[in-house]
């Protein structure tokens, strides 16, 4: 269990990676795969920013004026962006043994809890939120 909010999405991150270091020694291609999450989330939120900034911009355009509302939520587009960049960069900088010291109930994480977070963390991706709409279709 995680509580809820922004972080939410950060603590099941460092579950999903500290079991991939636990687990590095019995698999070595779990190395490859934790640094395969980092980079996809770290592109995950540039791409994310980048498209609610532009979107704003449109919107902005097509109205004409400029309103203080849509300069709060770029500022908290930008600041959430940011804390998640500053987390996975200190994530980057960790060595994976050194992993440890990120630990949230590691003993409790286990390969079924992995499976888990992998699928719910995979279905807040673009691509899978689309799919139903393209079953529909």
Excluded at 12 to 34: C, G, H, M, P, W
Excluded at 64 to 84: L, Y
């Amino acid at each position: 269990q995680v509580s809820g909010g922004e972080d939410e999405i950060q603590q099941l991150q460092k579950a999903l990676l500290d079991y991939l270091d636990v687990n590095t020694e019995i698999d070595a291609s779990l190395v490859f795969s934790r640094k395969f999450y980092i980079a996809q989330w770290f592109r995950d939120t540039t791409m994310e920013t980048e498209k609610a900034i532009k979107s704003q911009k449109d919107e902005d355009s097509s109205e004409g004026t400029h309103h203080a509302k849509d300069v709060e939520t770029t500022g908290q587009i930008m600041h959430r962006a940011e804390s998640r960049k500053k987390f996975l960069r200190s994530i980057i900088k960790t060595v994976p043994s050194q992993f440890g010291a990120f630990k949230m109930n590691s003993d409790t994480v286990d390969y079924e809890d992995a499976c888990l977070i992998v699928r719910y963390l995979a279905s807040m991706r673009p691509f899978a939120q689309s799919f139903d709409i393209y079953l529909t279709q």
